[in-house]
């Protein structure tokens, strides 16, 4: 505690401006704290990603958000379309233009990284912005934070593999031990890259059809359609949505996904695998976690590497209770980021 003695008899003057002066400290303290990130999303590909980002963004006393970067897996179209869907959440949220919004890699690693060296490359705006902000921070580690293909990251590090001591990647993706996964498919090369480079990486497991991943963690329709209409801050401009329809604040909009998606049951559950990667940065005792040499992917079946000192952090079984109790309660109090 300050010791405050010295005001003693030197008037409110002196002493308002003490105040504010260490209010301003206690302030700049705490945004230190919070876990500086950069979401790196396919963001058109269903619906996860979108309740991955307001749930983002909507924790601003946990987070300090860089930026948002995208990339382009095989459904939702090209760059731009992941693109477009990154804008609306962003615009609902009352952020756009707030905090950084950057295009990534359209194709795989294996065919961008040839041409690197070059002036332009497809999804430089994405990776030149990763390293310019890995090389912002000096005590902390940048959490780069990929819930689709692990392209982007894979291409920063082969640029600029100084940031690797400067990062953390917390990879949403894989059924490992078990072979497949969307994110996995989309670009195995990459990972591999990853899992064969130095640099502190997690992988919070999908898991499917399995209670011990990411699938665990799950919405319905009918439980969308009761919790969120109207949740989330007033847009300030009406926002289109993908499927069509017009919004003024993301519960409505998660509403209208909902409605809209494939349905695995009759009751329209759905996984919120993404939102349930950044939960567990926001508080890890929502999921366990262990470390294993790093394995590696060859045509397509995992194999490990039992004496390779290379290690990895695994992330399973998920608390989904507390992580969709939290999700709710964030959407009812929300608390944006600020850049």
Not at 133 to 159: C, D, R, S, W, Y
């Amino acid at each position: 505690m300050t010791d405050l003695k010295f005001l003693k008899g030197k008037g409110p003057a002196l002493a308002v401006i003490v105040f504010t002066v260490i209010l301003a400290c206690g302030t700049a303290l705490k945004k230190s704290e919070k876990n500086r990130i950069i979401f790196d999303t396919d963001a058109n590909n269903e619906l996860d990603d979108q309740h991955a980002l307001a749930y983002l963004f909507f924790n601003g006393d946990h987070f300090d958000l860089a930026g948002v970067t995208v990339n382009a897996t095989f459904n939702g179209g090209d760059i731009t379309e992941h693109y477009k869907e990154a804008e609306r959440v962003l615009k609902l949220s009352n952020i756009y233009k707030k905090v950084p919004l950057l295009a990534g890699a359209n194709k795989s690693f294996e065919e961008i990284r040839p041409g690197l060296d070059e002036n332009t490359f497809d999804g430089q705006e994405a990776v030149d912005f990763i390293i310019n902000e890995a090389h912002k921070v000096n005590n902390e580690k940048l959490i780069l934070m990929p819930v689709g293909k692990l392209t982007n990251i894979a291409l920063a590090l082969e640029k600029d593999p100084s940031i690797a001591n400067k990062v953390r990647i917390v990879w949403l993706g894989s059924n490992y031990p078990e072979p497949g996964e969307y994110n996995q498919v989309n670009d195995t090369v990459s990972m591999n890259y990853i899992l064969n480079t130095k640099v502190p990486f997690e992988m919070v497991t999908v898991r499917y059809g399995k209670t011990t991943g990411t699938n665990a963690v799950t919405a319905n329709r009918e439980e969308i359609g009761k919790k969120m209409p109207g949740l989330g801050p007033e847009a300030t401009r009406t926002v289109t949505g993908r499927h069509g329809g017009t919004f003024r604040n993301f519960g409505d909009y998660s509403v209208n996904l909902f409605k809209h998606i494939d349905s695995h049951d009759e009751k329209g559950t759905r996984a919120l695998f993404d939102m349930a990667a950044v939960a567990i940065v926001k508080n890890p005792g929502w999921a366990e976690k262990k470390e294993i040499p790093a394995p590696v992917l060859i045509e397509g079946k995992w194999v490990e590497r039992p004496g390779n000192m290379r290690t990895i952090m695994v992330w399973e079984n998920f608390n989904k209770e507390a992580i969709m109790e939290d999700f709710y309660s964030t959407m009812r109090k929300p608390v944006l980021v600020k850049k």
